[in-house]
């Protein structure tokens, strides 16, 4: 099946050590976005990628960088991480054309020790 | 500006009752509407989308939703709920002027009762 896959699921690291979450698609989408989701709430926006075209959001920290190597790869990478970044990171993906919906993978868990 | 809103952070239902969680929206013209379900610790996997037709749409897992132009809402229904439904439900809404980006309702999380 096509899908959006995100690796890994679960992700420890420690205050202020650098790390990426991965997420690959199969669905050859245009568009692949990332989220951070805290608990109880909806998911927030933090870029997104249509084709090479990096999109970030108004909001969204300088700690946060995002690379898209080719279409089917797409990684978030924090660079000093703070405990306030421990969340649920999803990834989605779209077609681009707005009636058709996001695709999402099942996130990772990052937690900041 | 563009808003969505569902109303019911949580409702508890008895399995085998019937389900409807509210959704309102904040919009000019039509807008292309969407449920999602999240259960702990995974993604969001569609329930349903609405673009134009039929007002009444149904989708995945038994549920279905209306939309009320003249309401401005979008609600989901179940007309009896499963214990595997206790999840956190996500209303979204694309605004034409906004692209392919969704802005999402709060959430409503829906504990069922054995």
């Known amino acids: 099946d096509a899908m959006v896959i995100q690796n890994p699921r679960y992700q420890v690291t420690q205050f202020g050590k650098p790390v990426t979450l991965s997420c690959s698609q199969t669905l050859n989408h245009n568009v692949m976005y990332w989220y951070q989701q805290k608990s109880s709430q909806a998911p927030k926006l933090l870029f997104h990628?249509?084709?090479?075209?990096?999109?970030n959001e108004a909001d969204t920290p300088d700690n946060f960088q995002s690379r898209r190597p080719n279409t089917s790869f797409c990684f978030l990478d924090i660079r000093s991480p703070g405990l306030g970044d421990a969340a649920m990171y999803l990834c989605?993906?779209?077609?681009?054309?707005?009636?058709?919906?996001?695709?999402f993978g099942d996130g990772t868990r990052l937690s900041i020790l | 500006a563009q808003s969505v809103t569902q109303p019911d952070i949580h409702i508890t239902v008895s399995e085998g009752a019937s389900l409807e969680l509210r959704c309102n929206y904040s919009y000019g013209a039509t807008p292309y509407l969407f449920w999602y379900v999240q259960s702990p610790g995974q993604g969001l996997q569609l329930l349903l989308k609405?673009?134009?037709?039929?007002?009444l749409v149904q989708g995945i897992k038994g549920f279905e939703a209306e939309f009320k132009r003249s309401q401005s809402s979008f609600n989901l229904r179940k007309p009896s709920v499963h214990w595997s439904d206790a999840a956190e439900y996500f209303c979204?809404?694309?605004?034409?002027?906004?692209?392919?980006?969704?802005?999402f309702g709060g959430g409503t999380r829906l504990m069922v009762k054995p």
């Open positions: 990628y249509y084709d090479k075209d990096f999109n």
């Open positions: 609405y673009f134009s037709g039929d007002t």
């Open positions: 989605a993906t779209s077609s681009g054309q707005v009636s058709q919906p996001q695709h």
């Open positions: 979204a809404v694309a605004f034409n002027n906004a692209g392919n980006m969704l802005t």
